[in-house]
Each structure stands twice: as structure tokens, then as C-alpha cells.
């Protein structure tokens, strides 16, 4: 029997400014992300096109910084859940050892952040924290190409309630 010991790895810092209204949580980035040094760079990974249409924004089409600058006029945030963990692949149920994110300073940073929204179940396991701290939460069905029991139109449905008024 192995017992390899695997990296620890660390997630990327958040994409937030003073204007975030919305802040999107995954779990903690796949391999591909990491490789790529980028947010849902898997490109099987259904979350950019679930964004641009919901947006009504090609961010597909965009070069990755753009992309995020372009989430940001949208008062769109990116961020995950774990700050660090050990993993063997791409999948949460992999994930050992979980440091979470520290949230503390988010209203100080984000002062009109209003809606925290969870890509997975895996991060969906905080929405009730931010409950508590007075945000509005939505669990997301996962943009990942390991979720695949729902497809790109039913996960749609269900991504619109984003930007859906309250």
C-alpha cells in the first residue's frame, strides 16, 4: 500500500474590490486551475460560459485578466473557500486537511457586498456562516465537468438567480 504524501497547495488570492456586490465561492482550484494559475481554467469547466450567459457578456472570448476586470464591472467577485489543503487530483472529496479562507475583513473590503453565492456543494457547506453574518446565499449547482447529472441549461436556470433581484 502507498503512502504518498502530496503538496500542500494553496489557492489564489480573491478577486475583490471596494464595488462587489456579488462574491462567487468554489471549493478550491482543480489541477488545471492551478497549473494555469487561474480560476476555472479547466476547460471543460462549464463556469465561464455559465457566467457569460448569464451576464449577457462573451467572457469565453476574453483573454483571462480581462475576463476578471471584466466580472468586476459586473460587481462580480471570485474566491474559494479553502485557503489550503492537501489533494490527490481535481475532486473535493479528495481534500484533506482543509485551512479555510479567512472571511473576517470581507465587509471592510467589500461594504455593498449583498450576495454570496456557492459553486458546489462542497462550498456550499459555508453558506450558513454567511447567513448568519447578514448576506444573501445561494447554492449553485457545480460548474464543474465532474458534476455532470445536471446539463449546461438546468445549471443555467439555476445560475441566473446570481444577479436575480432580491
Known amino acids: 500500500m502507498s503512502s504518498a504524501v502530496f503538496p500542500s497547495l494553496r489557492c489564489f488570492p480573491p478577486v475583490i474590490n471596494a464595488d462587489t ?3 462567487i465561492l468554489g471549493s478550491f482550484p482543480g489541477e488545471a486551475s492551478l ?6 481554467a479547466h476547460p471543460q469547466n462549464q463556469f ?6 448569464v451576464l449577457d ?3 469565453v472570448a476574453l483573454p483571462y485578466a480581462e475576463r476578471l476586470a471584466r466580472l468586476q464591472t459586473h460587481r462580480i467577485g ?3 473557500v479553502i485557503a489550503a489543503c492537501t489533494r490527490e487530483g481535481s475532486l473535493d472529496s479528495a481534500i484533506r486537511g482543509a485551512q479555510h479562507n479567512d472571511f473576517s475583513l470581507l465587509r471592510e473590503q467589500c461594504p455593498v457586498l449583498r450576495r454570496v453565492c456557492f459553486n458546489g456543494k462542497k462550498s456550499g457547506q459555508q453558506a450558513a456562516r454567511f447567513a448568519q453574518a447578514g448576506f444573501e446565499t445561494l447554492l449553485l449547482p457545480s460548474s464543474s465537468p465532474a458534476y455532470a447529472v445536471m446539463r449546461f ?3 443555467l436556470a439555476a445560475w441566473r438567480g446570481i444577479i436575480a433581484p432580491t
Open 153 to 155: 441549461e438546468q445549471k
Open 21 to 23: 456586490e456579488i462574491l
Open 35 to 40: 497549473a494555469a494559475q487561474q480560476y476555472y
Open 78 to 80: 471570485l474566491w474559494d
Open 57 to 59: 457578456d462573451d467572457l
Open 48 to 53: 465561464w460560459r455559465l457566467l457569460s450567459a
